[in-house]
């Protein structure tokens, strides 16, 4: 640790390597104030202040009356600060969100490829019914964005990744909490949003790689040009 570093990062830093050492995983219990107290040679006050700040970015749990607990690692943290970043840009800027559709969209568009090698028929049909929700939802007038979220997330199940779903659940939630903050109306071309998801689905059964990404981008276009004209449809 640097001498330069202040003093609560670096007790922070002494916990998390505590927990490291001790193969401590989600829900185990940490020692207690006083146990931390004395191995780490700080005060109670230290020792609180950064449970306090390890408990924001999720890596502790202080359950109060029973003691604290590893965290789960979530990626909150990550949410709460990209929809903060992205909010305190101009309402009219959408560089912001333009910056995160890039990240998510390298992700999707790379990852589409694997897709369909690994993706069973079954995971197909799966994906195909949640774009024929998505259909009678427009059919009806009806905002379908949670089924957009599910279709996405189904989408890399075969990748056997859990990190894969979280993050772009991440990117999801902030751009639905953007679209809430900013007051955007829904997306006003449902029937586009259907094909171009149908149209992913299509390339994937025909085990089309090449096709699948290009389908996937052609998507992101239509994401890409929702956000610059205020619409909410994030999928």
Known sequence: MSAGEPRNNRIQRAVVQLILDRGLGPGAPLPTEAELMEDLGVSRNSVREALKALQA???????????TYVGQASLTPLVDGLTFRTLTRHADDPGALAEILQVREV??????RRVATTVTEAELDRLEAVVTRMELA?????PFPELDHQFHELLYV???NALVPQLLGAFWTVFRRVAGARG?????APDV??????DIVTALRARDAAGAQ????????????????GSWGVG
């Open 184 to 188: 955007w109306t829904a997306d006003p």
């Open 193 to 198: 949003t259907v094909r171009r998801h149908r």
């Open 158 to 160: 075969s990748l056997g």
């Open 57 to 67: 970015l999720d890596i502790v749990e202080i359950r109060h009356g029973y003691g």
């Open 107 to 112: 992700l999707e568009e790379g990852l589409i």
């Open 138 to 142: 427009g059919r009806a007038g009806r």
């Open 214 to 229: 290009q389908a996937m981008a052609v998507h992101f276009r239509g994401i890409e040009a929702r956000a610059v004209r």
